[in-house]
């Protein structure tokens, strides 16, 4: 993980957010290359969800919503983790994550002392704030704990204006808030982070074949996406291990550096959802099938995914380091982050052999070609060209296309490098976005 924390810096992807000031814990900035990544990401997420699909389409919800949303959900009595103390090193945790010793005690992984932690109480992990000018408790609002609960109160009005039939879903990617015990594993656990859910309305009776359905699409998903299945599980939840509103959960967990993490949860979760708003809200949010000619709360199954968690899990997939041959004979070890093409956030990068003017224009008329095609094309023409394709082999450039004194005065072709075999291509320019976008399309079959 610090390999990639190290590298995350280096290269401006992810950093301390307000590092100026020493940082803020659980608070992570994201530099360019990082938005292009988290981007990319999102679009995966986007395009198997909505593009490609006729019955699920996006809403986006606000942050701030009725606080009475958050006491139908159960979020106001129930989402609260237990917070001990070591008495010892006054070192601050979350329970139920705490390390067990060889006869069984929790003990404080940073002193090493165990029995000596305070009673647990029970902490909302919800931020609060107020609306208007009073700081009183008629004022007082949220920040959403997660995406979901849009999607529920949403419903009705959905339903209606988008016209569409149960089963259908209901999707959306935006930022959550919560006030973790413990942030760490650097994006892992963070305090604001952006989730991507979607709220998949069935009929009851059919919701278990939809809950596997939804397993199955979203781990395929990930392993679309270039994702070692080696490195991918599906675990479902111990009974005693279910949320409040759950008929059944799996999650979909990553090897991540520090063993076996949630990378997203699927949940039945029955129709506990629409039923507590309705009853909270006093609105019908029952539907009538009219194809069974019968009224029914939809069940429904949820797929909720972290994007930080997401992005970390790909990086940390795609990181390798290989002996490769140097520029001065010998081999010489090689830093090259295998993304999958649909997720670098470097699509193209565009080098001159040299700095030389003669290849400027040419280099710059092969960068304005590709730059509407191509969304991530890089054009850097300072230091050795063997140093330029190692810094693009370290964000995970898929292609280097090198413009030489051979196109200008030759050929008016380029050299494409393979990010992974390194082998190299002669393309003529005039066929060079049809050969790239032939390349892309070849990862993606
Ligand atoms: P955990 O048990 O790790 O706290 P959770 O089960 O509470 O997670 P969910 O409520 O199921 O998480 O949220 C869905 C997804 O949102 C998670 O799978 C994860 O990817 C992401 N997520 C949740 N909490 C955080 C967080 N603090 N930081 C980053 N991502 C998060």
């Known amino acids: 993980m610090e390999t990639i924390v190290e590298l995350c810096k280096r290269r401006g992807i992810i950093f301390q957010s307000s590092e100026i000031y020493g940082g803020l814990r659980g608070a992570w900035d994201f530099g360019p290359l990082g938005v292009a990544l988290k981007e990319n990401v999102r679009d995966a997420w986007k395009t198997a969800m909505f593009q490609l699909r006729d019955d699920v389409v996006p809403i986006e919800a606000s942050i701030l919503m009725h606080p009475k949303v958050w006491e139908a959900s159960g979020h106001v009595g129930g989402f609260t983790d237990p917070l001990v103390d070591c008495r010892n090193c006054q070192s601050r945790y979350r329970e139920d994550q705490l390390p067990t010793n060889k006869s069984g005690e929790i003990y404080c992984p940073n002193c090493g002392q165990a029995g000596t932690f305070t009673e647990a109480r029970e902490f909302n992990l919800m931020f609060r704030t107020f609306v208007g000018p009073s700081e009183d408790t008629a004022a007082q609002v949220w920040m959403r704990p997660e995406t979901a609960q849009g999607m529920f109160v949403d419903f009705a009005h959905v339903q209606l204006t988008s016209r569409k039939k149960v089963p259908f879903g209901i999707g959306q990617i935006g930022r959550s808030f919560r006030n973790e015990i413990t942030?760490?594993?650097f994006i892992f656990r963070v305090r604001e982070f952006e989730q991507m859910e979607m709220e998949f309305f069935c009929k009851p009776g059919t919701d278990e074949a939809w809950h596997d359905y939804w397993i199955r699409q979203r781990y395929d998903w990930y392993t679309a996406l270039g994702m070692d299945p080696a490195n991918l599980r599906i675990r479902p939840h111990a009974e005693d291990e279910l949320s409040h509103y759950s008929k059944g959960t799996v999650d979909l967990e990553y090897r991540f550096p520090m063993g076996w993490g949630e990378l997203e949860g699927i949940a039945n979760r029955g129709d506990f959802d629409l039923t507590q708003h309705a009853e909270h809200s006093g609105k019908d949010l029952s539907?009538?099938?009219?194809?069974?000619?019968?009224?029914?709360?939809?069940y429904v199954i949820e797929p909720a995914a972290g994007v930080d968690?997401?992005?970390?899990a790909f990086m940390v997939d795609a990181y390798a380091e290989e002996e490769a041959p140097a520029a001065k004979g010998g081999t010489e070890t090689r830093t090259v982050l295998r993304f999958h093409p649909d997720l670098a956030p470097v699509k193209v990068a565009v080098l001159p052999l040299s700095k030389k003017d003669t290849l400027t224009p040419t280099a710059r008329r092969v960068n304005d070609l590709l730059k509407p095609h191509f969304r991530g094309v890089d054009y850097d023409e300072s230091g050795?060209?063997?140093r330029r394709y190692r810094r693009q082999d370290e964000v995970g450039t898929p292609f280097c296309v090198t413009v030489d004194f051979e196109t200008v005065e030759d050929d008016d072709a380029v050299t494409v490098r393979d990010r992974d075999t390194m082998d190299q291509d002669r393309v003529p320019i005039e066929n060079l976005v049809a050969y790239l976008d032939d390349r892309f399309a070849a990862a993606r079959a």
């Open 309 to 312: 968690r997401t992005v970390l």
């Open 384 to 386: 050795q060209i063997g």
């Open 183 to 185: 942030p760490r594993n």
């Open 287 to 298: 539907y009538f099938d009219q194809a069974a000619g019968e009224r029914y709360i939809p």
